[in-house]
């Protein structure tokens, strides 16, 4: 039986990652982000941003990547089946990708030799099996029902046996998104308090990926990183609702509020 624990955006503020006044950009960490193909390229570049708004030091994204001469804050990296990733210290894999069979087997590879965090996401799930202790897959109701073969109806009827179903089959840590997002360990299941309806909308949950790296990269462990990505995530829309109407929140107003966000909770006493 797994023990509950509740989220509020009182809890945050102490997942906050630190930073010295001495510090430089390689306290923030290197992260890849894997992500984007023909017509998604949207999603990586949400992603990436997340990434690099919550801190991390440095944003890799593939050298293929559509238009990359136009974001100036994020580096290349040509990628390979059996590419070195000593250096990096998370990955995120999966956001509006296509998956190809160098993708595969590159996925592969990852499992063989990358012990540090990966965030599995979006059209990567479907390469999931077995997961690492650290690894984390970031699902929605569609998605986990894919994965567990059992219809979403059956998934939102009882959210916290699916994510629980899931994690014992996947292992690692679950992230199931939705109302009161779900994140799950072997032994513990965190429901995020914050959040709400205006976050249902294509582009917020590659933002959320975006975002858990970013924290990794800064060296937070895999389970305080995605609750914090996901507490904060929801904290963004519960401020915007306050003012402006659920319906008008797009995935790329969540990029421009993070720095307000993290500046409000940081303030908290």
Request: proline content about 3%; glycine content about 8%.
């Amino acid at each position: 039986m797994s023990s509950i624990f509740r989220i509020t955006k009182k809890d945050l503020q102490k997942f906050l990652p630190q930073r010295a006044d001495s510090a430089n950009k390689t306290h923030g960490g290197k992260c890849l982000i894997l992500a984007g193909s023909e017509g998604m390229w949207g999603a990586c570049y949400l992603s990436a941003l997340g990434a690099a708004r919550v801190g991390a030091g440095y944003v890799y994204l593939p050298a293929t990547t559509k238009n990359l001469s136009d974001y100036p804050d994020f580096l290349s990296y040509k990628i390979s089946e059996k590419m070195n990733l000593d250096h990096f210290k998370a990955l995120a894999i999966g956001p509006g990708l296509t998956v190809t069979p160098t993708i595969k087997k590159l996925f592969h590879h990852l499992e063989e030799e990358f012990a540090k965090p990966v965030i599995i996401d979006a059209g990567a799930l479907a390469l999931v099996k077995k997961i690492k202790e650290n690894w984390i897959i970031t699902p929605h109701e569609g998605e986990l029902a894919k994965l567990l073969d059992m219809s979403s109806d059956e998934i939102r009827k009882d959210r916290f046996k699916a994510v629980k179903m899931a994690q014992e089959k996947f292992g690692g840590i679950v992230v199931l998104k939705g109302h009161h997002t779900l994140v799950a360990t072997k032994s513990m299941i965190y429901e995020i308090q914050t959040g709400n309806k205006a976050l249902a909308k294509a582009g917020t949950g590659d933002v959320l990926t975006g975002m858990i790296v970013g924290f990794l990269a800064q060296g937070l462990n895999p389970i305080d990183a995605a609750v914090l990505a996901c507490g904060v995530h929801g904290y963004i829309a519960d401020r915007w609702v306050k003012d402006k109407d659920y319906l008008s929140l797009m995935a790329s107003d969540l990029i421009d509020e993070i720095p307000r966000a993290l500046f409000t909770l940081r303030k908290k006493k």
